[in-house]
């Protein structure tokens, strides 16, 4: 890492003996870590515990507390009830090595949006102090400092009534909350589109032609400002209390820009959803599987008003599987019979989507709408019967999508024999141990490559826009996706590295948040 506060600081002896004890393929490779906290030392460590407890001291605010006292988690008394389960299954996440930190407290997000969005001109000026160094005054120490337990003041029972967090629910927050990120010549700064026209340079600084060139610069929201109408986070979240004021909230994943701190989601580690093959649901082998491109949820992206579902990445989708909107769509394919080469052609997507077998559907009923928009939704819409989650293994291609938030399915999807196709804005603590088109098949926002992409792993042969088409299908590229996402999973993305960066992020912020942290640091 470069221009890295000094990181071999108190405790990280007992840190990488844990690491290494449980055979970690990661050891020095945490930039997200840094990343996420460089902006906090702009803040001292008493302002960053001050705005710990006001975050987490209102219940408004959807922001529980969990301290550390004595090697021991202890739960703050806000919690929402409905939301319980995740607290509880943060503290079994911290709970095996707990017993190595100091004592400390953190203010988690209980929402599935992120929520801090410092705008860009303050934001820069933290990262540049971040980035500056921090010399202790005298020799180092690898002691914390004595007086910790009685820094960290009782989140009260009463609810304070401050805030600095506002209510955007149902509001469209690209220019409030997300493009004030971005830097003023930014196009998304510069521009406001019509959510009638297409942007057809948005997507090129990240892509190539139809296909996603770079996974990163594709969550960056800074180029893309036809973004504002093509993502439930920015149409109309369902819960969004945002900060634009630096407030040090953990998060389970968030947006490029935004300055929450990601963690290991409790969803995965308490196996919410999770890879369970069995004699009933098997995973069979690649090759045997069903050749289809499945995918099955709900409408949970975003709550619709006026319309706002016609944009949403979900609802989307189905229309394009089933051909009804966009009527044309253009694909990559052969300039003819068994040629190889190939062009951008306009077709009819109800011609293309009969030769590709796509399985794609909302389930049950519409929810997250108000108004008129539940029943235009239903009269668009076929609903699907609903189909346990293990039943995903009969198929060799499965569609993962944000919804109001990080989507809980991919690591049990990358954890099978199948190949996931991913849409997410919304990144992750692992995001960095991903390579795209090597453990998952990368998709853009705007949908645009799904048919081509499908069509070169299964192949094409019949009639399209009048001529005969015949295109090699590539499925043992797709099984050698399938297999190294596999792979990676059990290496890097199991529960024991959930453990291990949770505990390598708040060991930092620990020191973050220690009134001596300049002087802390490992000693022999």
């Not at 969550?219 to 979240?237: K, N, V």
């Amino acid at each position: 890492m470069e221009d890295v506060p000094d990181s071999i600081h108190s405790g990280f002896d007992e840190w990488y003996q844990y690491a290494t004890e449980r055979n970690s393929f990661v050891i020095d490779d945490y930039d997200s870590i840094y990343d996420d906290l460089l902006p906090f030392w702009s803040l001292s460590p008493a302002e960053l515990r001050s705005r710990t407890w006001e975050s987490t001291s209102n219940a408004w605010n959807g922001i529980s507390a969990i301290r550390i006292r004595n090697g021991e988690t202890d739960l703050g008394p806000n919690t929402i009830p409905t939301h319980r389960w995740m607290v509880e299954g943060v503290a079994e996440l911290i709970a095996p090595f707990a017993k190595h930190l100091p004592d400390v407290a953190m203010a988690f997000n209980l929402n599935d949006e992120c929520r801090v969005a410092v705008p860009w001109k303050e934001a820069n000026a933290m990262y540049a102090s971040g980035r500056q160094g921090h010399e202790p005054e005298g020799a180092l120490s690898s002691s914390w400092s004595k007086d910790r337990p009685g820094d960290w003041k009782d989140v009260p029972e009463e609810s304070i009534p401050q805030t600095r967090f506002s209510d955007n629910n149902l509001a469209n927050t690209f220019r409030n909350w997300g493009a004030v990120t971005c830097p003023t010549v930014s196009a998304s700064q510069k521009t406001i589109r019509d959510q009638r026209a297409d942007c057809v340079t948005c997507s090129q600084p990240h892509s190539y032609g139809h296909f996603v060139q770079n996974w990163t610069k594709a969550a960056d929201i800074c180029h893309q400002p036809d973004l504002e109408h093509l993502h439930g986070i920015f149409l109309s979240p369902a819960a969004y209390k945002g900060t634009h004021e630096l407030m040090p909230v953990f998060s389970q994943s968030k947006v490029l820009g935004f300055n929450d701190i990601r963690y290991p989601s409790a969803w995965n580690y308490v196996d919410k959803v999770k890879y369970d093959p069995s004699d009933k649901y098997p995973d069979p082998a690649f090759k045997t599987k069903m050749n289809t491109l499945f995918w099955r949820g709900g409408t949970s992206e975003g709550l619709s008003v006026h319309g706002t579902w016609k944009g949403m990445v979900r609802q989307r989708l189905v229309s394009l599987a089933r051909g009804r909107w966009p009527h044309l769509i253009t694909a990559l394919i052969p300039i003819g019979s068994n040629s190889n080469e190939y062009e951008y052609k306009k077709v009819p997507a109800s011609e293309l989507n009969e030769k590709l077998e796509l399985d794609i559907g909302i389930v049950d009923k519409i929810d997250r709408c108000n108004g008129h928009d539940c029943d235009d939704e239903a009269q668009e819409f076929e609903f699907k019967e609903p189909v346990d989650f293990q039943e995903h293994w009969r198929y060799k291609y499965l569609f993962d999508l944000d919804g109001a938030g990080f989507s809980g399915r991919f690591l049990p999807f990358l954890e099978s024999h199948s190949v996931p196709f991913k849409v997410a804005l919304f990144r992750e603590w692992y995001d960095s141990r991903l390579t795209p088109w090597l453990h998952f098949v990368p998709q853009d926002v705007r949908l645009q490559g799904v048919h081509s992409t499908l069509a070169y792993f299964v192949g094409l042969d019949g009639r399209l826009a009048g001529r005969r088409v015949t295109m090699e299908a590539h499925n043992e590229q797709g099984e050698k996706i399938a297999e190294a996402g596999r792979v990676l999973a059990k290496k890097a993305l199991r529960k024991e590295d959930m453990e291990i960066y949770f505990y390598r992020l708040l060991l930092e912020w620990a020191r973050l948040t220690d009134d001596r942290r300049d002087e802390l640091g490992f000693t022999a």
